[in-house]
């Protein structure tokens, strides 16, 4: 009785989950979106506009230890709930200041550095908690239904938020975003993050760690789990080298193709929609059996599509036909995005010892977040001096070479034993 009663709140924390972030990630893109206009044709400064940019990517990296720690340690739905709190006033901050002063970019920036250090413990924490709010069975559901959310965001928002631009004043997008946040508090405050949760008793040596202590332990920890270092460095070099696509994309649409601004953006669109047709597909597919060796199939995939993104630049095409070539391709790159992902984040959900996921995720957290502006950065200057489709297909050729390696039959066989059972079966079956 109370574990169909359990089951039956964990269905609810599945939808309530998706909901609050579907209305927390549609308000954040809707303000990320009016912001950047409103910087950009404030002050027609590319710097200011990325000085926003890096006010949310550094609070991110340097807060994520702390945030694991605090997710690891104290009430992880407390954190959530304050987080959002903290968002929710960051907004409302910023629009009595906009009320009273009018708009400026040191309070823009301020408010961002607020929001993105809200959002990392908010996001570190709910990760965390994801076993403990859904049964074992679902989570590749409730991990596929909160990408789902994102995509539809993804999709969304931008044109609402186009539409929306050029008939409101900015003070409204304000407040759209703060009621939107409004909501996510209220949604979050009804859900039990212990429902299903394995966190253990701490020892009285466990409570008197330090903070400093505490994230070594939680280092030590996945320096002591293999196949979780596999994945850790794997999706670290996928973050780097994704930094040639980032760039390389647009740089060869926009500046090498010359391709319209609409059709640029129906390219872009085409991913979110792999993504989200994915999202749905996997959340209506049972498990998938071995997480990793799916994953590692759709990391070479990547490779491939990588080296295929320039072909246009290589075999001459006509316009229609490279449009319609980036938008298959791109499509198929959101489809692959979950491919690999959807299956690794269970993975590493049944994987990670309860106590420690604070810290693992923000650990990974930090380190991707510290990577992708340097590969951004580095790729860019390789833009200007190599030619677009070397670059290209020389990260993809190197994406393959790295996940063969690190992803070898060995690491595969600890993550599944029972693969290399199931083979053996077959084997001797062949041989009588």
């Known amino acids: 009785m109370e574990m169909a009663a359990n089951l039956k709140r964990a269905t609810y924390h599945m939808w309530t989950f998706t909901i609050s972030k579907l209305i927390s990630a549609f308000g954040a893109q809707v303000y990320a979106f009016a912001i950047s206009f409103y910087i950009l044709q404030m002050t027609g400064s590319a710097t200011s506009f990325a000085t926003n940019l890096i006010c949310n990517i550094l609070p991110r990296t340097l807060v994520s230890p702390f945030a694991g720690y605090a997710a690891d340690k104290y009430s992880r739905k407390a954190i959530v709930i304050i987080a959002q709190i903290v968002s929710t ?99 979050e405050s009804t859900m039990n993050f212990k429902l299903f949760a394995k966190r253990k008793e701490k020892t009285e040596e466990e409570a008197k760690e330090t903070m400093w202590q505490s994230i070594k332990a939680g280092i030590s920890y996945l320096r002591l789990q293999p196949v979780l270092l ?7 070099i996928i973050n780097f080298l994704f930094g040639a696509f980032e760039v390389g994309f647009s740089f060869i649409l926009i500046e090498k193709l010359k391709m319209a601004s609409e059709h640029f953006g129906v390219t872009q669109g085409s991913f979110a929609v792999g993504m989200l047709l994915m999202s749905i597909y996997f959340s209506m597919k049972k498990e998938v059996k071995y997480p990793l060796l799916v994953s590692k199939r759709g990391i070479l995939i990547f490779g491939i ?41 269970v993975l590493m959900q049944k994987s990670i010892d309860d106590d420690f996921k604070g810290r693992v995720f923000s ?52 993550a599944h034993p029972e693969l290399a059972k199931t083979k053996m079966i077959k084997a001797k079956a062949v041989q009588e």
């Open 89 to 187: 006033l960051a907004i409302g901050g910023l629009l009595i200041y906009s009320l009273t002063y009018g708009l400026s970019l040191i309070a823009i920036y301020a408010t961002t550095v607020v929001l993105s250090i809200a959002s990392t413990f908010s996001g570190v924490t709910f990760t965390s908690s994801i076993t403990g709010l859904i049964d074992e069975a679902r989570i590749q559901r409730a991990m596929s239904l909160n990408q789902m959310s994102i995509s539809f965001a993804a999709i969304g928002s931008p044109a609402i938020a186009g539409i929306l631009y050029g008939t409101v004043s900015m003070n409204t997008f304000l407040i759209l975003y703060m009621s939107a946040s409004v909501l996510a508090v209220l949604l």
């Open 305 to 345: 599509i990588l080296m295929l993104i320039p072909l246009p630049l290589i075999v001459s095409m006509q316009y229609n036909a490279f449009f319609a070539f980036y938008i298959i391709v791109i499509f198929l790159f959101g489809i692959n995005m979950m491919i690999v992902n959807t299956p690794i984040q």
């Open 230 to 236: 596999t994945i850790v460095w794997i999706s670290l």
């Open 363 to 414: 650990i990974l957290e930090t380190m991707s977040m510290a990577l992708m502006p340097l590969g951004v950065v580095l790729f860019g200057f390789l833009y200007d001096a190599v030619p677009a489709q070397w670059i290209l297909v020389s990260s993809g050729i190197l994406l393959m070479i790295v996940t063969l390696i690190m992803a070898r039959p060995s690491i595969i066989r600890k």
